[in-house]
C-alpha cells in the first residue's frame, strides 16, 4: 500500500449528524507530523450525516475522504471500506459519537509509533457505556479469548491504531462477513495497548442494538472459528452414549416390571430435550453453509455509491 501521509483516521459513519462535525473540527486541529487524512464512510445514514460530510470537505484544508456506502452494510464492512482507502503510515479507527476524545489520538499515534507493533489497541480508564453495552463488551471479550485466541487481557476496542502492514494485510479479505479483530488475531501477535480517557456521549443516542451485538457474535462464531463445530460434535457424542444408556435402563424396566415402564412423561420431556439440542447443532451447521452460499455467489462485503474527497488544489 502506498503511503501518503503520516497518519490516516477512519471513521465509520452512521446517523452521527448531531457528533460528526465537531468530531472532524476538532480532529483537524492535530499537529500530526507527517500530514492526516480523515476518511468517513457514511454507511447508509438515514439523516443529514451525508449532507454534513460534504460539506466538511468544503469547510477545512486537511485532506478528507467522504465514501457513501449504497445502504447500511454495518460496522466492520464500514471499516473495512475505509483502510481500503487509507494511506497513511499508521491508521487509527474510532467511533463517531465523541466518546474517544480527539486529544488522545495524537498519544496513541505517537505511542503506536514507538512501540514498534502492528496494533495498539487502547484501554478505557473508566468506560462510560451504557450497563447493557459495557456486558456486552464484557462477553464480547471472553468469547474472543476462547475463539480467537487472544491474548488474556487484551480489550477488543474499536479505538486502535495500526500500521501500514497490517492494514494491507486486513484488506486481502474480500468476505461479505467482516470482522477487524478476528482478521487482527489471525496476522499478528505483536500487539499492544495504551490507556485513555473515555467520555459521556454529548448528543444523540447510541445505535448500538441487541441485533448487532448478535450479528457480531455470529461473525466471530462462525466466520473465524470453528469451535461451534466441534461444541456440536461433542455435544453430539454425549447425547449418543446418554441415548444408549436410556435404552438400556428402559428395557431392563421392562423385564423387571412385567409391562409398560413407568416414567411416560419424563421420557418425553427427554425426547423433546433431545431433539431440541439436535435442532440446535442443526441450526449451527446450517449458518456455515449458508454463509459459505453466499460467499461463493459473492455477497458484496460493502457496495460504494460515491467517493468524494478534498482537491489537491485546497490542500496548504
Not at 64 to 70: A, L
Not at 71 to 97: K, P, S
Not at 127 to 144: P, V
Request: one cysteine or more; charged letters at 20%.
Amino acid at each position: 500500500m502506498e503511503t501518503k501521509y503520516a497518519l490516516s483516521i477512519v471513521i465509520p459513519v452512521y446517523n452521527s449528524s448531531e457528533t460528526i462535525e465537531m468530531l472532524v473540527n476538532k480532529l483537524t486541529q492535530l499537529p500530526v507530523p507527517g500530514g492526516i487524512e480523515i476518511i468517513l464512510v457514511n454507511d447508509g445514514s438515514s439523516d443529514a450525516t451525508g449532507e454534513i460530510c460534504d460539506a466538511l470537505i468544503e469547510k477545512h484544508f486537511v485532506p478528507i475522504t467522504v465514501i457513501n456506502h449504497s445502504r447500511n452494510f454495518g460496522e466492520h464492512n464500514a471499516v473495512m471500506t475505509g483502510l481500503r482507502h487509507a494511506r497513511g503510515e499508521y491508521v487509527i479507527t474510532m467511533d463517531d459519537d465523541l466518546q474517544n476524545p480527539p486529544g488522545e489520538v495524537l498519544k496513541l499515534f505517537n505511542y503506536a509509533r514507538q512501540s514498534g507493533c502492528d496494533v495498539v489497541y487502547t484501554r478505557f480508564r473508566e468506560k462510560k457505556h451504557s450497563i447493557w453495552r459495557n456486558i456486552g463488551s464484557r462477553l464480547t471479550n471472553k468469547m474472543a479469548d476462547y475463539l480467537l485466541d487472544k491474548p488474556k487481557g487484551l480489550y477488543l476496542s474499536t479505538f486502535r491504531c495500526m500500521n501500514a502492514f497490517l492494514v494491507e494485510k486486513i484488506c486481502d479479505y474480500t468476505g461479505p462477513f467482516p470482522y477487524v479483530d478476528g482478521l487482527i488475531l489471525q496476522i499478528t501477535q505483536r500487539i499492544d495497548t495504551f490507556e485513555v480517557d473515555h467520555f459521556e456521549r454529548p448528543k444523540g443516542k447510541s445505535s448500538y442494538t441487541l441485533r448487532k451485538l448478535i450479528r457480531l457474535w455470529l461473525s466471530m462464531f462462525l466466520n473465524f472459528s470453528i469451535m461451534p463445530l466441534r461444541i456440536s460434535s461433542i455435544l453430539g457424542m454425549i447425547l449418543f452414549f446418554i441415548g444408549i444408556l436410556w435404552a438400556c435402563a428402559t428395557v431392563v424396566e421392562y423385564f423387571v416390571s412385567g409391562g409398560t415402564p413407568p416414567g411416560w412423561t419424563q421420557l418425553m420431556c427427554s425426547i423433546f430435550v433431545f431433539l431440541g439440542i439436535q435442532l440446535f447443532i442443526t441450526g449451527i451447521a446450517g449458518e456455515y453453509i449458508g454463509r459459505l452460499y453466499l460467499t461463493a455467489n459473492k455477497k458484496p462485503q460493502a457496495v460504494i455509491r460515491n467517493i468524494k474527497t478534498t482537491k489537491s488544489n485546497k490542500q496548504k
